[in-house]
C-alpha cells in the first residue's frame, strides 16, 4: 500500500477528529445538560467512525467488531442517561 | 475509478461529519443543535462506511484476492446500526429536553451561558 | 508525518488529555460525568490500538456505559453542582507529584518493553505456549494429550485454561460489589425522597 493510497483515509480521520474536537467542546461549553448529551452522543458515533476507519489504515479487522460494541454502548448510555434525566430531575 | 468514487465518497463524509459537529458548536439554542446532529452525522458516517466498504472491494479485486465479505458485511452492519441509533437518541434527547421543561429560542436577546 | 496511524493516535491521546482537564476544571458535576464518559471512550480506542481487546471491550462498557450511570445515580443523592472552594490544593499537588515520581522510579527496574529474557517471558510463559498454542490441528494424538480444540489466540487460551477459577471468584467479588452497590444506591421510598428534597433546599 503505497502512501498516496492511504492520505484519503487520514484526511477522512482527521477531518472526524476535527469534529470530534468540536463536539467535545460543546460538551464542556453546555450549557444544558441536554446539550452535553446531545455532544457525547456525536462524540460516540465520531469514535465509532474513527474505529472503522483506523482498522482500515492499520489493516486490523478486530477493530470492526470494537465499533458495533461501541455503536451498541454509545446508543444505550444515550438511553439509560436520558431515563435518570426523564424519572428523577437530578438538574435545573 | 471505483477507487476515485470511494475517495470521493469518503472526503464528502467526512466534510459532513465535521460540518455537523460545527453545526452542534455554532448553533444559537439546543434545539437548533439537534438539526446538524441527527441529519448530518447520520449521512456523513453512511457515506464514509459506503466509501469504506467500496474501498475494501476496489484493493481486492485489484488485488485479484478474493472479497473480504465478513468485513463488508460488518462495516454495512455498523452503518445500518448508526442509522437506527443516532436519529433515535437524537430524538429521545428532544423528547426529553421537551418534557423537562426547556424553551426554544424564539429569536430575542442571545441566551448562551444563561447556565454557566 | 509518516505513519497515519500514529498521526491519529496522537489526535486522539491529546483530546483524551483534554476531555480529563475539562472534566476536573468544570464546577457541574453531571458536565464532568460526561467527560469522564468521552474519556473512557478515547481510552477504549488506545487500549484497542495496542492490542489489548478485552481491555478494550470493559473499558467501553464499564468505563463509558457503567461507571457514567453509577456516577449519575450517585448525584441524584448528592448536588450536581461542586462547592465554591480553592482550585489549587498544595497538599494534594504534593501527594501527586511524590506518587508519581515513585512510580516513575520504579518503572526503572522493569525490563525493556518486548525484551525477551524478560522474568515473565522466560519462566511459565513458554510452557503455557507449548501446552497451548499448536494443539488446534493436534487431533492424532488422542484426547489426553491434548487440550481439545484450543483457540490460536495464546492470551485467550491462558486466560480460559489456566485462569478460570481466578476468574470464577474475580466474578464473585464483582457480584457482591454489585449487590452492595445496589443496596446503597437504590431509589428511595417517596417519603425518604421528600425529606431528602427538604434537607437540600435547607442546606
Not at chain 2, 458516517?45 to 467500496?54: P, S, T
Amino acid at each position: 500500500m503505497t502512501s498516496t493510497d492511504v492520505s484519503f483515509e487520514l484526511i477522512t480521520a482527521l477531518l472526524i477528529l476535527g469534529g470530534a474536537v468540536l463536539a467535545l467542546i460543546r460538551a464542556v461549553k453546555g450549557p444544558t445538560t441536554y446539550d452535553r448529551v446531545l455532544a457525547v452522543n456525536v462524540f460516540g458515533t465520531k469514535t465509532v467512525i474513527i474505529l472503522a476507519l483506523l482498522g482500515y489504515i492499520g489493516n486490523r479487522s478486530g477493530f470492526l467488531d470494537i465499533a458495533v460494541l461501541y455503536a451498541l454502548v454509545n446508543f444505550l448510555g444515550t438511553v439509560a442517561l436520558l431515563r435518570f434525566v426523564e424519572s428523577r430531575r437530578f438538574f435545573q | 475509478m471505483m477507487e476515485h468514487v470511494a475517495h470521493g465518497l469518503m472526503i464528502l463524509g467526512g466534510f459532513f461529519a465535521f460540518s455537523g459537529s460545527l453545526g452542534i458548536l455554532r448553533m444559537p439554542d439546543f434545539y437548533s443543535r439537534l438539526h446538524p446532529a441527527g441529519t448530518a452525522d447520520t449521512l456523513g458516517q453512511m457515506l464514509v462506511f459506503a466509501g469504506l466498504a467500496l474501498k475494501v472491494i476496489t484493493v481486492s479485486l485489484a488485488e485479484e484476492a478474493p472479497v473480504d465479505g465478513l468485513s463488508i458485511g460488518k462495516l454495512i452492519a455498523i452503518s445500518l446500526l448508526l442509522f437506527v441509533t443516532t436519529p433515535a437518541s437524537t430524538h429521545a434527547i428532544a423528547r426529553a429536553a421537551q418534557l423537562g421543561g426547556l424553551k426554544p429560542w424564539t429569536g430575542e436577546k442571545e441566551r448562551e451561558d444563561t447556565d454557566e | 508525518m509518516s505513519d497515519p496511524v500514529l498521526l491519529i493516535n496522537v489526535i486522539l491521546l491529546m483530546i483524551a488529555v483534554g476531555a480529563a482537564i475539562a472534566a476536573m476544571w468544570t464546577r457541574d458535576l453531571l458536565g464532568a460525568v460526561m467527560l469522564m464518559g468521552i474519556y473512557s471512550l478515547l481510552l477504549a480506542v488506545e487500549w484497542a490500538n495496542l492490542f489489548a481487546m478485552d481491555v478494550s471491550y470493559t473499558e467501553a462498557a464499564v468505563g463509558a456505559g457503567a461507571a457514567t450511570i453509577l456516577l449519575l445515580t450517585a448525584l441524584t443523592r448528592t448536588g450536581t453542582r461542586e462547592k465554591a472552594g480553592p482550585n489549587f490544593h498544595p497538599t494534594a499537588l504534593l501527594t501527586v507529584i511524590v506518587t508519581g515520581a515513585m512510580l516513575i522510579y520504579g518503572t526503572a527496574d522493569m525490563p525493556r518493553f518486548g525484551d525477551p529474557q524478560a522474568p515473565a517471558t522466560v519462566n511459565v510463559a513458554p510452557e503455557y505456549i507449548a501446552q497451548n498454542v499448536g494443539k488446534v490441528d493436534a487431533g492424532e494424538d488422542g484426547p489426553e494429550n491434548d487440550f481439545g480444540d484450543h483457540v490460536p489466540n495464546a492470551v485467550t487460551a491462558v486466560l480460559a485454561s489456566y485462569r478460570g477459577y481466578d476468574t470464577m471468584f474475580e466474578t464473585a467479588v464483582i457480584f457482591t460489589a454489585g449487590v452492595c452497590v445496589i443496596l446503597i444506591l437504590r431509589p428511595l421510598s417517596p417519603s425518604a425522597r421528600r425529606e431528602t428534597a427538604q434537607s437540600q433546599e435547607g442546606a
